[in-house]
DNA sequence: GATTTTTTAAACAGAC
DNA sequence: CGTCTGTTTAAAAAAT
């Protein structure tokens, strides 16, 4: 609604934009939280089976990156890949338009609101699951961490590889499962000309491909998963197996039951991938009945057409099944979406690790320069970009189902606010990949992101120019209506106590002054003893250091921390523990004030917040993992991201 | 339903 | 003079 004045155009090209790593944020948020989604007949058994397996994927990932990351800082020689990492973003069904998909075929608002509750009641079930996942998870990351100091570099580099492997391969077996959901329900149909079929889905994902496309880049011989570690080959069986209709968890919660039932399901369903080619019907398969929780054995396919209509008419038995499913594949996608991006996060690493600080390629004409409004490509209909649902916390993580999430682009507003004291932080930095390429109204409030941009900034601080190009860089919706957002960042600057504006040489920057933010709204924790300690231990440290590790988390692309901040709130305790340790572990030098951007540091006498003479800022030097180790001693770099700051905001102005 | 917080808009002043 | 930065007021919207 807001004019898009020209006068916006900022003249960033003058001011230094530190060393924030944007890009590389190769961040590989967090998929394992989430991970073996409650999909299908899978018994309890074979869920927790899962999620050790992918706990120790996550494990491995986590020192591979970790040593890898230190390998390619102390060499600079990152790994080659040959491979654009274009190739390997496949144009799958967005979230969103699976809901729409879904919810024009069958669902009512009743329907919907049914739907709801029984989401709810299954969120309960994941939440067991997660809880007893993150202890699992914990417990290997405390025993892993012990041993981190005795591997090899060639052991790492294989490592590395493997865990690519499989993080390729997971993805594809996601892709797979999802398809197959959709088609067990019959409510995608598979037809030559639609877009929605296998061979589109995996476009660029095909096994023999992903093999292929392994030996490139390893330029060895592609090493069967199952003689490292069992992942891979498991996973291969569950993809296959995976179809297997989903025991209602709402109406039998026996896993006993469901363990007899899903054994002797999986292997029939081994083969269900290229069986729906000689029957039309997608819920028949191998002679069986594929409806979830049926498995009725025909003859032919008359007879079992026959039980299709008589067992499974539209009942409400039927439809509640059919809830389930959607429920099933919204985790799926939600899974799909969360390894798509850790995968390509991962390649970016690999790739342009420090070199390249857009990790998503962002077409510069995607938003055209002069004309904000006038491109329509950002109209509702379609979403421009296919970013991933952005995930939630639990409680709303199913907000995506709601009627209202279609349309809720623009006007709808829900904000985060500042419930928690450490508000917005892991759930920014969670879904920092959606709000970086959709153009969704972040829920988060003008102050909490601007301290949150502060905090991340390597010194917590930041000029005024340099907080409008986090806003720019972070979220695709401040892309746009320049006027009326930096305005409104002007504005709680100075409206509220908790942002203070030091002098400098050069200017004035701005700092948090943690505890007159906490201030700003009585601390109703409500949630949960674990949450409210970790919270002290934090206010423990001290503002400046425990913003020290919320920017470290937040840039660094170790996904344990990402993990950790988002899993749960003693593993952010964890994390930062860790994350301390590892600072003292890897540089000891700790060489004086020298600023990564000497130039605009304000007079340290000036600082009454004590953020400055932090004993440990991992940005210091050699920062493990971000672009500000290269900025530091290279000028060149230093303008060339200055360059690029200019560039994106004149683009985007 | 009242109160508080947040957002949006806008006027204005000082520095550059 | 125009732009950027920063402060302030006002009103509407949203959250509590």
Excluded at 418 to 437: A, G, L, T
Excluded at 475 to 480: H, I, L, T
Excluded at 527 to 551: C, E
Aim: glycine share 4%; net charge negative; hydrophobic share 35%.
């Amino acid at each position: 609604m807001m004019q898009e004045a020209g006068p916006e155009a900022p003249s960033n090209g003058t001011t230094n934009q530190n060393g924030v790593v944007a890009g590389a944020e190769g961040g590989a948020r967090d998929v394992r939280a989430k991970s073996a989604t409650p999909s299908s007949d899978i018994t309890a058994a074979d869920l927790v089976n899962f999620q050790q397996q992918q706990v120790n994927i996550s494990l491995v990932s986590f020192l591979i990156d970790l040593f890898a990351t230190l390998l390619n800082h102390f060499t600079q020689q990152p790994l080659e890949m040959p491979v654009s990492v274009a190739m390997m973003t496949p144009q799958v069904i967005t979230p969103q338009q699976m809901q729409q998909i879904l919810q024009q075929q069958v669902l009512s608002p009743q329907q919907l609101q049914l739907l709801l509750q029984q989401q709810q009641a299954l969120m309960l079930q994941q939440q067991q699951l997660q809880d007893f996942y993150k202890k699992q998870q914990e417990q290997l990351h405390l025993q892993l961490f012990q041993q981190h100091g005795s591997k090899q570099q060639s052991k790492e580099v294989s490592a590395q590889q493997l865990v690519f492997q499989q993080q390729l391969l997971q993805v594809q077996q996601l892709q797979q499962q999802h398809l197959l959901s959709l088609q067990r329900q019959g409510l995608l149909s598979i037809q030559p000309n639609q877009n929605l079929p296998l061979h589109s889905l995996t476009q660029g994902m095909i096994p023999a491909e992903l093999q292929q496309l392994w030996k490139e880049v390893t330029g060895a011989p592609v090493k069967e998963e199952n003689s490292a570690s069992n992942n891979g080959h498991r996973g291969l069986d569950l993809t296959s197996a995976s179809p297997a209709p989903p025991k209602n968890p709402l109406l039998n919660q026996h896993p006993t039951t469901n363990g007899q039932y899903s054994s002797h399901t999986l292997k029939r369903e081994s083969s269900a991938l290229d069986d729906h080619s000689h029957h039309s019907h997608p819920l028949y398969g191998h002679g069986v009945c594929k409806w979830p929780g049926c498995e009725a054995v025909f003859e032919d396919f008359q007879s079992f057409l026959k039980h299709l209509n008589n067992e499974h008419a539209l009942d409400d038995r039927s439809t509640a099944q059919c809830r389930v499913q959607m429920q099933v594949v919204q985790q799926l996608e939600l899974q799909l979406a969360k390894d798509k991006e850790r995968l390509q996060a991962m390649m970016t690493h690999l790739h342009v690790k420090s070199t390249e600080p857009k990790p998503t390629p962002q077409p510069l004409n995607l938003v055209s320069k002069s004309v904000p409004e006038a491109s329509p490509p950002l109209s509702l209909p379609q979403t421009p970009t296919t970013p991933t649902a952005p995930l939630t916390p639990l409680s709303q993580a199913h907000s995506v189902i709601t009627p209202t999430s279609l349309h809720t682009v623009g006007p709808i507003r829900r904000r985060y606010s500042d419930k928690y004291n450490m508000p917005i932080s892991p759930d920014i930095v969670q879904n920092k990949e959606f709000y970086m390429n959709a153009d969704v109204r972040p829920p988060f409030t003008y102050a909490s992101l601007i301290r949150q941009a502060i905090l991340e900034s390597p010194e917590k601080q930041l000029t005024l120019n340099e907080i409008y190009n986090w806003f720019t860089r972070m979220f695709a919706y401040f892309r746009r209506n320049a006027a009326t957002w930096k305005n409104a960042v002007r504005h709680n600057l100075s409206l509220h106590k908790c942002f203070v504006r030091v002098e400098n040489v050069k200017g004035a920057v701005w700092t948090v002054d943690e505890l007159e933010f906490q201030k700003r709204r009585p601390q109703k924790i409500s949630g949960s003893p674990a949450l409210v300690k970790n919270i002290q231990t934090n206010l423990g440290y001290g503002p400046a250091l425990s913003a020290a590790f919320q920017a470290s988390m937040a840039e660094n692309n170790i996904p344990l921390y990402t993990t950790a901040s988002i899993g749960s709130p003693t593993l952010n305790s964890l994390a930062n523990a860790i994350r301390e340790e590892m600072n003292g572990a890897m540089d000891h030098g700790n060489s004086n004030g020298s600023d990564s951007s000497p130039g605009r540091s304000p007079l340290p006498a000036m600082h009454h917040i004590s953020v400055k003479e932090e004993p440990l800022d991992p940005e210091e030097h050699e920062g493990p993992l971000s672009l500000v180790t290269t900025a530091n001693h290279s000028p060149d770099f230093d303008h060339h991201r200055d360059y690029e700051d200019d560039h994106g905001n004149e683009d985007m102005l």
